[in-house]
């Protein structure tokens, strides 16, 4: 192929490599030209033209870029015809993708002009999902190339969309004293929608105690009538003799693997037992999050096999994030008692629900809400305060003279709880081991409330989530841990802390506080009845 320029004359049959105008005509990139539009630019005085002219051994992109797909074995996927000199393959149904990553580098390594892009190995799909590209770079290229590759294509099949199966799985719950039937409850429910991503189907669940004897006959059980057994630990693993890895043996399994090199997951455990597999899920698998188990899992439902070698090989790749729920080792974290906590105080919102006067402003004791929060807040063990401010901003600051707080505006305060949230967060210090969440509109919450939290914060590490409570039923404040920072900046509308606490299946602190923990003033006869006068 040659390519530049070319004189009008000896342009037909050549292929335009920019788009060119000759009067009201317009030829596109990538038009072959004929006799016609050679005639048709002579006549609006183009004289030459920049273009690619084939030889006889060429082939054209597009042709290229179809033989040699059409070349390659695979399964599961679907070819798309050839356009500008690329063909795309499709995912036929949900499942995991595979590839001969050799194979590819062999083709990609033929010559610049032929190239092939994948999805990385093991990367789940959706139906109708792009998993691999054929691209041709130039206008045409060597047919002896393009037979180069489709010899490398007939040594094997290049990839695959391993389609899951309609897996069926029973779960095994162990439980110790002090668990919540809630958090066995959410496990569940987060399981049954990891299954339903792929298919799959939970037929049963047995909760047994943390002890070797009854996990084992519960997995033995779970084994004969279904595909796949998970076994939750109330405990993690701590040593290869746990509970779990030595319930699997007991039960006549094998253990397969027991620790991944993937974190969050590193405590999973592999087994097979009766032919069926068995999975000891990790801790971070009662989240929705991916974790390690999620990697597991799905190649399990999509038929494909996992070995000890599989699981040692998942390290490159596997640091996923870093878990709220530890200590932090990478950055220890100061003395209990020199933790420091600070208060972001909401006072964006608009009082939507009060028909137009903004409680923030109503009068207790003759004194602003908004004013009395940021006193006790004030006065509370917190090392600062944030005001966080966004609907009547300047009318909130006007009532808290001679405060010592940082102000940060919410311009986008109509969006949602979240950006005030998000907006707050961005203000803390570097060194702010928690945030304390308090609503501007909570007229029962004392300072010594606020300091039973920062409390119950310090004397768990700095590490837990810490939330106001009145007769067992949650409230607010609410006391987040430094972990959760890079989380609430993904939170979007009326989105708060809640939200965030349940997602991340973090270890959580009720501290009874009383009354105060579940009285808002959100209403006007709730404020009334609070002991509030509202102003215009």
Not at 328 to 338: D, F, G, I, T, V
Not at 436 to 461: H, K, N, Q, T, Y
Not at 478 to 497: M, S
Not at 510 to 531: F, H, K, M
Request: with cysteine.
């Amino acid at each position: 192929m040659k390519f530049g320029p070319i004189a009008i004359e000896e342009a037909e049959g050549a292929v335009l490599a920019h788009a060119t105008t000759a009067g009201e005509k317009r030829f596109r990139k990538a038009h072959r030209l004929s006799a016609e539009d050679v005639s048709i630019l002579k006549r609006a005085g183009v004289s030459q033209v920049v273009a690619a002219v084939l030889g006889s051994d060429d082939l054209g992109e597009d042709a290229a870029a179809q033989r040699i797909a059409e070349s390659m074995r695979f399964s599961g996927i679907e070819v798309r015809p050839a356009a500008t000199g690329r063909v795309n393959l499709h995912a036929k149904a949900s499942g995991i993708f595979t590839v001969d990553a050799g194979m590819i580098d062999a083709i990609n390594a033929v010559d610049p002009a032929i190239t092939i892009a994948t999805l990385a190995q093991h990367a789940p799909v959706e139906k109708g999902q792009m998993v691999a590209t054929v691209k041709i770079i130039p206008f045409a290229v060597a047919s002896a190339l393009v037979d180069t590759v489709m010899k490398i294509c007939a040594g094997g099949a290049i990839f695959a969309v391993n389609a899951y199966q309609p897996v069926r799985v029973g779960v095994i719950q162990t439980v110790l004293p002090g668990i919540k039937p809630s958090v066995l409850d959410k496990t569940l429910r987060v399981t049954e929608a990891r299954l339903a991503r792929s298919g799959g189907r939970l037929t049963a669940e047995r909760r047994t105690p943390h002890e070797i004897a009854p996990v084992a006959e519960a997995a033995a059980s779970l084994a004969r009538d279904n595909d796949l057994v998970v076994i939750f630990g109330a405990s993690a693993m701590s040593d290869f003799a746990d509970v779990v890895p030595a319930a699997i043996e007991r039960a006549g399994g094998t253990v397969v693997r027991a620790g991944m090199p993937v974190d969050p997951g590193n405590l999973l455990v592999l087994g097979t037992l009766g032919g069926k597999r068995v999975i000891g899920a990790p801790g971070c698998a009662r989240s929705p999050k991916e974790n390690g188990f999620d990697w597991v899992l799905d190649r399990l439902v999509a038929g494909l096999d996992v070995t000890a070698k599989d699981i040692a090989g998942m390290g490159v790749g596997g640091l996923l994030m870093e878990i709220p729920t530890r200590p932090q080792p990478r950055e220890p974290l100061p003395a209990k008692s020199r933790l420091k906590v600070a208060i972001v105080l909401l006072a964006a919102g608009r009082s939507s629900r009060m028909g137009g006067p903004n409680k923030l402003m109503a009068l207790f004791d003759g004194k602003p809400l908004v004013r009395r929060t940021v006193e006790r807040a004030l006065a509370s063990k917190a090392s600062g305060t944030i005001v966080v401010t966004g609907h009547q901003r300047e009318r909130v600051r006007a009532a808290l003279p001679g405060l010592d707080v940082t102000f940060a505006d919410n311009p986008d305060f109509a969006d949602g709880l979240s950006t005030s949230l998000k907006a707050g967060i961005a203000y803390l210090p570097e060194d702010t081991a928690g945030a304390m969440i308090v609503l501007g509109d909570m007229p029962g919450i004392e300072s010594d409330d606020l300091d039973r939290l920062i409390d119950a914060f310090r004397e768990a590490g700095g590490n837990s989530v810490v939330r106001a409570s009145h007769q067992g039923k949650r409230g607010n404040p609410v006391l987040l841990p430094r972990a959760l920072f890079p989380a609430i900046a993904h939170l979007e509308g009326d989105t708060g802390a809640r939200h965030l606490v349940e997602a991340e299946g973090l270890d959580v602190v009720d501290v009874e506080i009383g009354e105060g923990a579940s009285v808002d003033v959100d209403t006007r006869e709730a404020l009334e009845g609070a002991g509030g006068v509202l102003q215009d």
